[in-house]
């Protein structure tokens, strides 16, 4: 097969805040690793990534994707999307920066740059491990992804505070071990998509209403991490789902005005994404992702929203994640110009050395 096909894929591209180059078009989205310890009696002893989680990364690093994303890493150890993941909580006593800085040397062990992937889960807390979660306001997600999750309360504004210290404080900790920058989880539902969407954040202080007002919480958190991280030295990224594909939640032409206030801001790179936990169309199995010609024709899930979301930013690098298979329609949309990257979970997860096969022009599609 011939390499020449997938050359769009080859080239690099240059993060312009920061100047740090990715070497390819071709990503590791952020992806769950469950490789990190849980004692469900000390939750001092949870988080601590495991070999397993080096080993994973190195894999990965071998594998030729340009970009490593790491998966989400909740900022509260009360407030865990699941067990077994990894967590930065400032109150954790063992040392943070020793704990991350191998799997995170591993990463850019072949010259990708390494994202680790921040977040704060709110209402998206099972109620197995915690019952009484904190959201932009106290509306209940219902049963949904098998678990069910409690009543939530609204954040206090000191509790805002207290969560942007701790984005800071994680965005410190990854920059002291070796990460090139962060990639907020602003999609599938988690707190910063809580703050966004009308159907879920009712507050009616200065953080609810006005779509401004209801982006105040995430441009605040990019404010906050680049008041201490500089943008000429630390990227950050943001996983930003293009709509929530849910009645009342966050519509494409809202993320479209977001997109472009983050930017301004100084998020430097966005993977678009979409969904929600009752209607997670990043997996791509819902009928209203499934069946659509583009999807059919074009592989991606997002393509054409993440184009158009393309075309309001002006300088930040843009990627989709979800559906990519064929090498041949990922170099298609870069070549177009429709997106800068392709985002690769699932295909990675099964062959960690797809990219490399994909960019010596030895492999098409994923077997996945
Ligand atoms: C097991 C599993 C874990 C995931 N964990 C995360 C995560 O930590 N952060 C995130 O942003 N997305 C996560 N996702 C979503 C993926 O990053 C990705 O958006 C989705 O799998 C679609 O891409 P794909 O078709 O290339 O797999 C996860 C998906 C799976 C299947």
């Not at 807390?125 to 992804?145: R, T």
């Not at 982006?215 to 709509?243: M, T, W, Y």
């Not at 791509?284 to 991606?300: C, F, L, N, T, Y």
Request: glycine share 8%.
């Amino acid at each position: 097969m011939a390499a020449s096909i997938v050359a769009p894929l080859q080239q690099p591209i240059t993060l312009k805040l920061s100047g740090k180059v990715i070497p390819n078009r071709l990503y590791r989205t952020a992806l769950s690793e469950y490789a990190s310890s849980y004692d469900e009696d000390n939750v001092e002893n949870c988080g601590i990534p495991q070999p397993r989680y080096v080993e994973l990364y190195q894999e990965l690093a071998d594998g030729g994707a340009g970009l490593i994303c790491f998966g989400n890493i909740p900022i509260c150890r009360e407030n865990l999307e699941n067990y077994n993941n990894a967590i930065l909580d400032p109150d954790q006593p063992w040392d943070a920066v020793a704990a991350f800085a191998p799997a995170i040397k591993a990463a850019k062990s072949r010259g990708a740059l390494c994202l680790p992937q921040l977040n704060f889960p709110g209402r998206q807390v099972p109620d197995f491990l915690n019952k009484n979660p904190k959201s932009s306001s106290n509306v209940q997600l219902e049963p949904s992804l098998l678990k069910t999750y409690g009543k939530p309360t609204a954040l206090t504004k000191a509790e805002i505070r207290d969560l942007i210290r701790r984005f800071v404080w994680a965005s410190e900790t990854v920059g002291k071990a070796g990460a090139d920058g962060i990639v907020l989880h602003a999609s599938h539902g988690y707190i910063m998509n809580q703050f966004l969407s009308p159907k879920v954040n009712k507050r009616t202080d200065e953080y609810g209403g006005s779509l401004e007002n209801r982006a105040r919480f995430i441009l605040e958190i990019v404010h906050a991490i680049k008041a201490k991280l500089p943008s000429d030295k630390f990227v950050i990224g943001a996983k930003f789902n293009c709509q929530d594909f849910t009645e009342g939640g966050s519509s494409f032409a809202e993320q479209c005005v977001v997109i472009k206030w983050l930017e301004e801001a100084g998020v430097d790179f966005f993977d678009i994404s979409g969904g929600v936990y009752t209607d997670p169309a990043w997996k791509g199995d819902m009928a209203e992702i499934a069946e659509r010609p583009v999807r059919k024709e074009r592989g991606s899930f997002f393509i054409e929203w993440a184009q158009e979301m393309k075309k309001v930013l002006s300088r930040a690098v843009i990627g989709t994640t979800g559906g990519w298979r064929d090498s041949h329609r990922m170099a298609d949309a870069v070549r177009n110009g429709d997106i800068d990257m392709c985002g690769l979970g699932r295909p990675l997860r099964e062959d960690p050395d797809f990219v490399n096969k994909v960019l010596r022009g030895e492999a098409r599609i994923s077997k996945l």
